[in-house]
């Protein structure tokens, strides 16, 4: 089946640093990517939906300066957390797919701020 | 606006007993997933229900689908302590300006127990 592999699946990081997180699809082409931030005991919570080469479409209230995502081919997408803040800890998941055939979802990248 | 709703939130059962989680939707739709979560782990995907009155099993688990009362049920048949899980329903809209964004409902943390 479809497999979105997703790195690095933890990071610590210090406060006023940028991180990257990578999503590639493995045996399909991802024309769509959904980036998600779960908080603990939450749900998830939709931040932007990327088309391959075309810019991000960002929900309210994120801070597109400061999520930059690209999806600059079919098989990869990267979500950068710029000047990461303790606030910005919290458990991101990409999804590839919005077609019929459904979505596959990468296994989450922890990122913790100190 | 899609709204998704789950209840319960928090569902503690005996082994061996019965329940449902139930989840409504507020606009129309015609695909509705649903998914496990474990702690620190990303989404196993279940189900995904595609029509009015579509019944589907795994084992101890069953979802189905009225599209009419915008309601989906997922039923767990003597439980397991393996069950013990997040789940969640999703559901995409067919609102043009939604695309094709999942929007999760709130979860159902479930406990069983011994």
């Known amino acids: 089946g479809a497999v979105v592999s997703q790195h690095p699946s933890r990071v610590i990081c210090k406060s ?4 990257k997180i990578e999503c590639r699809s493995l045996d399909f082409q991802a024309t769509t990517m959904f980036w998600y931030r779960q908080f603990p005991k939450q749900s998830l919570m939709l931040m932007a939906t990327s088309n391959e080469g075309s810019k991000a479409t960002y ?5 597109k300066d400061k999520f930059l995502i690209n999806h600059a081919s079919l098989t990869l997408s990267t979500l950068t957390v710029t000047s990461a ?5 919290s458990f991101y998941i990409c999804s590839a797919g919005g077609s019929y055939y459904g979505y596959t979802f990468g296994s989450g990248t922890r990122l913790t701020v100190v | 606006e899609l709204k998704v709703e789950q209840n319960p ?10 329940y449902t989680i139930y989840c409504n939707y507020s606009t129309t739709s015609d695909r509705l ?8 782990k990303s989404l196993e995907s279940l189900f995904v229900l595609l029509s009015n009155g579509a019944v589907k ?20 048949t003597a439980a397991v302590h393996d069950l013990s899980a997040t789940y969640f329903c999703a559901v995409v809209s067919l609102e043009k300006t939604s695309g094709s964004r999942l929007t ?9 127990n011994p």
């Open chain 2, 104 to 112: 999760f409902g709130e979860g159902t943390q479930l406990t069983v």
């Open chain 2, 9 to 18: 939130l928090f569902l503690s059962m005996q082994e061996g007993k019965n």
């Open chain 1, 85 to 89: 803040h303790p606030e910005d800890s």
């Open chain 1, 16 to 19: 006023g640093t940028s991180v």
């Open chain 1, 59 to 63: 929900e309210q209230g994120v801070e």
């Open chain 2, 57 to 76: 099993q795994e084992g101890r688990l069953m979802a189905s689908l009225d599209t009419k009362a915008r309601l989906s049920t997922l039923h767990i």
């Open chain 2, 33 to 40: 997933y649903w998914y496990r979560q474990d702690p620190g």
